[in-house]
């Protein structure tokens, strides 16, 4: 039986091709080979030019020994063009060309509508998001805000986020008012989209707004200490026994 399998795997087994047959198949022209093999390539340039950033079939042996081989200017190619578009010179311009907007539309900067008695009237001086619920089907909440509650400039769902349903609250690094909102003052964090109900593009602007509100100080960073470690005390550590 055992012969048997033997006879079977020989049968099935695939054909391989030794040295002389792959060379064959390989370089049928004797002759370009040898022109081939004679032709100097990166890598004996590279023995010729003592530099190793000119091999090419094993770049990988640069991260062994000494380590990949960058320019010198590594830093600045890699980092500076991304710390120009970054600045907090570039970051303002989109928020106040949104602000100046705001104020020839509606005749009123956006920090005078929290002083407004139409303010007043919405919220009874609540938070904006304190009284948003999301309509759903069924019992269970979703574990996730809608990505965005606009199309093109117009609302297509029937219960717009905080940020959505009212035109006039503009996120930016200006204003304080509404950035304090949906930042809790205890750890100066900023609210889940799950408790605000903020759908995603707005908590992402949010976001941004925040960070750099905080760069350039308009709102503060409150770093909280912990709390000391108390020794066992059966007045403060009780049991349910």
Not at 35 to 49: F, S
Not at 119 to 133: A, M
Not at 190 to 208: F, I, S
């Amino acid at each position: 039986m055992n012969h048997l399998c033997r006879l079977t795997s020989r049968a099935i087994r695939r054909p391989c091709f030794t040295a002389q047959n792959t060379g064959s198949v390989r370089f049928v022209n004797r002759e370009a080979k040898a022109r081939i093999l004679l032709e100097k390539d990166d890598n004996d340039r590279a023995l010729e030019q003592l530099d190793p950033t000119l091999l090419k079939p094993f770049p990988e042996f640069r991260n062994v020994a000494a380590g990949p081989v960058l320019p010198n200017n590594f830093h600045d190619l890699v980092w500076k063009p991304w710390m120009a578009n970054n600045t907090p010179q570039k970051l303002m311009e989109p928020y106040d060309k949104m602000w100046a907007q705001y104020e020839e539309e509606y005749g009123f900067s956006p920090l005078d509508y929290f002083e407004s008695l139409d303010f007043e009237d919405r919220y009874n001086g609540k938070l904006v998001w304190v009284d948003y619920f999301r309509r759903k089907k069924g019992r269970v909440q979703k574990q996730r805000t809608r990505k965005s509650c606009k199309q093109h400039g117009v609302i297509t769902t029937a219960s717009p986020c905080p940020l959505c349903r009212d035109d006039h609250l503009l996120i930016s690094y200006k204003n304080v008012p509404l950035l304090k909102q949906f930042i809790d003052h205890h750890t100066s964090e900023v609210y889940g989209p799950l408790r605000t109900g903020a759908c995603r593009v707005k908590h992402t602007m949010l976001l941004d707004a925040i960070d750099l509100a905080k760069q350039l100080g308009y709102v503060e960073s409150i770093v909280v200490e912990p709390l000391p470690v108390r020794p066992y005390d059966e007045e403060h550590f009780t049991f349910a026994v």
